[in-house]
């Protein structure tokens, strides 16, 4: 980092938040459905750490997310074993369809990556949480 950026975000942790419409519904879903569990919490706010110290929040929100677009993603080794996994806990994964761009049992080849990455492309598959949002799965291919 350069001096002209010590004061800008170059330096900063990212943490994503999600809305929640109904709080207590979410964390059942992120426990059951993805086995994840807060490690912190405060009156309308759930905070959830993974590996890698990459942390983020459900939070209480009047809100609605259109659920469009990938709001965070994972990033795993195994993709298959990951997406067999969340099925089986009863996770939905959505079927893309679109010009260049499809999924195969959930998951869908993508070409190119960023080099800094260091691979040739990713996987990636895709599924609604309980709030709406849109969670992605990816795994980067060598």
Not at 10 to 39: C, I
Not at 109 to 137: C, M, Q, T
């Amino acid at each position: 980092m350069n001096a002209d950026d010590r004061n800008t975000l170059a330096g900063a942790r990212v943490a994503t938040r999600l809305p929640a419409q109904d709080l207590d519904r979410a964390r059942r879903f992120y426990a059951e459905r993805l086995g994840l569990h807060p490690v912190d919490e405060r009156p309308g706010g759930l905070l959830y750490r993974c590996e890698g110290g990459a942390e983020f929040v459900l939070f209480r929100s009047t809100g609605t997310s259109p659920g469009t677009f990938t709001q965070m993603a994972f990033e795993v080794d195994d993709i298959e074993a990951v997406v067999t996994e969340l099925k089986r806990r009863g996770v939905v994964f959505e079927e893309v369809d679109v010009p260049g761009f499809r999924t195969v049992d959930h998951v869908a080849e993508i070409d190119g990556n960023y080099p800094s990455k260091g691979a040739r492309g990713e996987r990636g598959a895709w599924f609604h949480d309980s709030e709406g949002n849109l969670l992605g799965v990816g795994q980067p291919v060598g």
